[in-house]
Nanobody, 117 residues
């Protein structure tokens, strides 16, 4: 069973920044695709960004140029640096991981991000 623990959420004004972290028990960590998703009230959970073990990343169009996903394979941790935050970024942010070649996703408990105008 893989455990994911997110941290770093909070409240910020529009234009501000936050950095989320996710520590994973997945081993070997480098064998997992890691990602961030978010779910706003009344909406479905949606992809924010994913990152492969080698560092290649994929972003939702809505966050390109503002958010940066990264991973530290030595610390079994991923990060999401969020800059120029907008009120529409308000959501619960979930860390996720999936072993390479498989389809099952593990999820963290989520962390709330609130952006006020």
């Amino acid at each position: 069973q893989v455990q994911l623990v997110e941290s770093g959420g909070g409240s910020v004004q529009a234009g501000g920044s936050l950095r989320l972290s996710c520590a994973a028990s997945a081993r070997p960590f480098s064998s997992y695709v890691m990602g961030w998703y978010r779910q706003a009230p009344g909406k479905e959970r949606a992809l924010v960004a994913t990152i492969m073990s080698g560092g290649s990343a994929n972003y939702a169009d809505s966050v390109k140029g503002r958010f940066t996903i990264s991973r530290d394979n030595a610390k079994n941790t991923i990060y999401l640096q969020m800059n120029s935050l907008k009120p529409e970024d308000t959501a619960v942010y979930y860390c996720s991981c999936r072993r390479n070649g498989l389809t099952y996703n593990y999820w963290g408990q989520g962390t709330q991000v609130t952006v006020s105008s």
